[in-house]
T-cell receptor
Framework: GQNIDQPTEMTATEGAIVQINCTYQ??????LFWYQQHAGEAPTFLSY????GLEEKGRFSSFLSRSKGYSYLLLKELQMKDSASYLC????????????FGSGTRLLVRP | GAGVSQSPSNKVTEKGKDVELRCDPI?????LYWYRQRLGQGLEFLIY????????KSGLPSDRFSAERTGESVSTLTIQRTQQEDSAVYLC?????????????FGPGTRLTVT
C-alpha cells in the first residue's frame, strides 16, 4: 500500500509556530501536496514539493526529504483562522494524477 | 473566475434509493476527480476523467457507483441502491492538467446522508 501517516490532532497557541509532520512510502514517490481544509469547506491548496528542501510561502513553509519519506508543514505566527485540518497527499509514479491522502491533522489554535 | 461548483450541497435519502451528484469544473480544466470523505477521514479517490480518454474508475467502491462526464464539462456521480455506509461528503476537483505539480481545485462538496 501507499500509506500516508500524520498526527490526528495538534494544539498550539496564537502567535506561536507549529510543525505538522507527514510520512509516506518512498517507493515510486513523485511529489507531495499540502492542503488546508476548514470544517465544512473544500480543501484549498497550500504547497507542492517534489525536490528536497524547504519551500517558503509567507507564514507557511513546507519541507521534503525524499530519502527519508518525510515532509512537514510549518506554520508561523499562528492566527486563530489557522484552526483547520491539514491534509498531506502524495503522488506516485504509477499514476500521474492520483493523490493519496492522509487522514489529516486537525489543528486547534488557542488564544 | 468561478470555481468548482457542486450540487446539491446536501442530500438526505432513504436507503435503497438512487442519488445523482453533479459537478461543474473550472472552465478549461481537462482533468476532473471525484473523492469521498467520511467523517474525520482523509479523501478517498473514486474516479478520474481526463479529456476524451477512458476514465480511471479504479477507486469506485462497488458497481453501485458510476460516473459520467461530457467532454470537458459537467460530471455526474450516481450511486444506486444507496446504503448507510455511503453517507459521506463527496468532493469533486478539477485541474488544468494531470501532470505532477498541477494543483487540484476542490468544490464545496455534497454531503450525503443515507437514512
Amino acid at each position: 500500500g501507499q500509506n500516508i501517516d500524520q498526527p490526528t490532532e495538534m494544539t498550539a497557541t496564537e502567535g506561536a509556530i507549529v510543525q505538522i509532520n507527514c510520512t509516506y512510502q518512498t517507493s515510486g514517490f513523485n511529489g507531495l501536496f499540502w492542503y488546508q481544509q476548514h470544517a465544512g469547506e473544500a480543501p484549498t491548496f497550500l504547497s507542492y514539493n517534489v525536490l528536497d528542501g524547504l519551500e517558503e510561502k509567507g507564514r507557511f513553509s513546507s519541507f521534503l526529504s525524499r530519502s527519508k519519506g518525510y515532509s512537514y508543514l510549518l506554520l508561523k505566527e499562528l492566527q486563530m483562522k489557522d484552526s483547520a485540518s491539514y491534509l498531506c497527499a502524495a503522488k506516485y509514479m504509477d499514476s500521474s494524477y492520483k493523490l493519496i491522502f492522509g487522514s489529516g491533522t486537525r489543528l486547534l489554535v488557542r488564544p | 473566475g468561478a470555481g468548482v461548483s457542486q450540487s446539491p450541497s446536501n442530500k438526505v435519502t432513504e436507503k435503497g434509493k438512487d442519488v445523482e451528484l453533479r459537478c461543474d469544473p473550472i472552465s478549461g480544466h481537462t482533468a476532473l476527480y471525484w473523492y469521498r470523505q467520511r467523517l474525520g477521514q482523509g479523501l478517498e479517490f473514486l474516479i478520474y476523467f481526463q479529456g476524451n480518454s477512458a476514465p480511471d474508475k479504479s477507486g469506485l467502491p462497488s458497481d453501485r457507483f458510476s460516473a459520467e462526464r461530457t467532454g470537458e464539462s459537467v460530471s455526474t456521480l450516481t450511486i444506486q441502491r444507496t446504503q448507510q455506509e455511503d453517507s459521506a461528503v463527496y468532493l469533486c476537483a478539477s485541474s488544468l492538467d494531470h501532470t505532477p505539480g498541477y494543483e487540484q481545485y476542490f468544490g464545496p462538496g455534497t454531503r450525503l446522508t443515507v437514512t
